[in-house]
């Protein structure tokens, strides 16, 4: 599965949309998460959309969602669930909605479970895994490593990422993990479990996000090929970074829409124990963190 490279004049017309709407002028979002579906075929310990019930929308309400979120400014789109390989509208799936932005959108990426044939035709398709075997089957409720695994080897997506989400349980052999999925996947993206239990057993504590995140940066250092910026990565580690909210949208299976944080109308809100990298990336690289915004063009572009 190759993507064709964008011609020297579409790079200069997105610079200089970028510039213009988002390092000058900071009103407009960006970067817009599309949950289709809340259905899942898991029950991950991490998840809360998949005990969610939504009404979900045909094909052409779909596409209708996805025109007014380019509308309203933003250029990168991740389609996401619960699961999203599981939404249908007959005969049309995700695949088709992803050919129909991507005649829109400078990026177009999927995240999905892994359990089923990762040959989504998107910009990017990320992969999540929490964990080596059994671990990971812990946490995902289900034994699907072995699957998942062999689903990645199998695929030719060209940006086949793994996108891992560190907590309590899977802290420990993270090194390990990054070091093992590096000879799987073409990168990885790792972020930190947000409690939506404030109660929740799974957060990682910041002393030991801050050790953790410091052995992930002597692994980037060494050539495991981590895709967070060497900024996004600091900035975690004692949450020392202002996010830009506005840069966001979500859209949700219903077809409603808000802008602003990943979790509002789904958690309660408490940025001291954010983790959400992506949300970190776009907030650095669009004050103009140079890292940050190499992170971003090798992610979704090179």
Known sequence: MRQPHPTPGLWIRQAAYITQNYLFSRQKPFLASFKLTYRCNLR?????FFSMQSEELTFDEACGIIDQLYARGNRLLMFEG???????DGEKRVHDLVVY??????SVGVTTNGTRPLDVP???????????????NRLRGAPVFDQVIHNARASRHPRLYAHVTVNSVNAEEIPELLNF????????TLQFYYPYDHKDDLFLDFDWRENLLEEVIRLKRTGVNILNSYAALHA???NDWVCRDT???NANPDGSLQQGCYLKDRADIDCSRCGFSPHTEVSLACRGNPQAIMAGYRIFFQ
């Open 82 to 88: 619960g699961e999203p390989l599981l939404w249908r």
């Open 44 to 48: 991950c310990q991490q998840c809360p």
């Open 247 to 249: 840069l966001i949208d």
């Open 236 to 238: 975690l580690r004692r």
């Open 122 to 136: 998107s910009d990017v398709l990320w992969v999540s895994v929490d964990g080596l075997r059994d671990t990971h």
């Open 181 to 188: 999925l590096n000879d799987v996947f073409r990168g990885i």
């Open 101 to 106: 932005a991507r005649e829109r959108f400078f």
